[in-house]
T-cell receptor
């Protein structure tokens, strides 16, 4: 079974802090994704990576950056956290680029910005 | 603007009966559709998918129907079981990596 692990289940940070969310997958998947889930909006894609050091913006990249230095690890960075970034963050991975493969999700990080 | 819409935020159904979840989309380039199930405090898990070349796909108690002309798909769960109580997300893709998700439908199966 694919395992996608997010480093924290709950995180509380202050406005203006730099925040790191970490995600690790154990299936040697090429693709990794960061989403945020908000009530009434479903899941929205923040960033996508299809290979080490490669990234593409999703639908809502503003205020975020990402890092993929190793194939198994994909980090989401909030450069200067703001209260409107309070949300559930979900990491996912899938095999093969640009093909119809189901994405496998981690259990999420509930981030609160005070 | 959301390209995938699940207009029913919630659905309550008696155990043993059929659950029907609906999803509409606006982007005619979508040609691959998926349903995900999510329990509280867990990530979404893949349930079933359908390609645009088909109009039906079945996996055990779960069947997905696709009506391309109406840009509509539905998920049928027969018979519904208490363990099916969860949030169900519809998602669509234009044959690439990018998935667009609906807002989700919360299903409650009553004993």
């Amino acid at each position: 079974d694919v395992k996608v692990t997010q480093s924290s289940r709950y995180l509380v940070k202050r406005t203006g802090e730099k925040v790191f969310l970490e995600c690790v997958q154990d299936m040697d998947h090429e693709n990794m994704f960061w989403y945020r889930q908000d009530p009434g909006l479903g899941l929205r894609l923040i960033y996508f990576s299809y290979d080490v050091k490669m990234k593409e913006k999703g639908d809502i990249p503003e205020g975020y950056s990402v890092s993929r230095e190793k194939k198994e690890r994909f980090s989401l960075i909030l450069e200067s956290a703001s209260t409107n970034q309070t949300s559930m963050y979900l990491c996912a991975s899938s095999s093969e680029s640009y093909s119809n493969q189901p994405q496998h999700f981690g259990d999420g990080t509930r981030l609160s910005i005070l | 603007d959301q390209q995938v819409k699940q207009n029913s935020p919630s659905l309550s159904v008696q155990e043993g009966r059929i659950s029907i979840l609906n999803c509409d989309y606006t982007n005619s380039m979508f040609d691959y559709f998926l349903w995900y199930k999510k329990y509280p405090a867990e990530g979404p898990t893949f349930l079933i998918s359908i390609s645009s070349i088909k109009d039906k796909n079945e996996d055990g108690r779960f069947t997905v129907f696709l009506n391309k002309s109406a840009k509509h798909l539905s998920l049928h769960i027969v018979p519904s079981q208490p363990g099916d109580s969860a949030v169900y997300f519809c998602a669509a893709s234009p044959n690439d990596y990018k998935l667009s998700f609906g807002a989700g439908t919360t299903v409650t199966v009553r004993a």
